[in-house]
């Protein structure tokens, strides 16, 4: 599987709802990528293009391209399932 179709998630180690989110997806043996924006600062400027100039995080993505910022876990299991 490709980067393009697998889940884009960016955060940072730092952040609780990232390690839930995290976690969440871990449970649910969902494969995806993770952007350490902590190692790859240079990526803010995507979370911001996807979130009209602000920077929540974690900010999930896709491969449709849908995508959902902080959210919690019904809303992002709400979203693997769909």
């Not at 490709?2 to 952040?15: F, K, N, T």
């Not at 979130?51 to 995508?67: A, E, K, L, Y």
Request: overall charge negative; glycine content about 8%; aromatic content about 8%.
């Amino acid at each position: 599987m490709s980067e393009q179709d697998m889940i884009v998630m960016y955060g940072a180690d730092w952040c609780p709802d990232c390690r839930r989110s995290k976690a969440f997806l871990a449970a649910r043996g969902v494969d995806y990528v993770y952007v350490d924006l902590e190692e790859q600062p240079e990526e803010y400027a995507t979370v911001e293009a996807i979130n009209g100039g602000s920077r929540p995080i974690p900010t999930i993505v896709f491969p449709d391209g849908r995508h959902v910022s902080e959210p919690s876990d019904d809303e992002l299991g709400a979203l693997l399932d769909h």
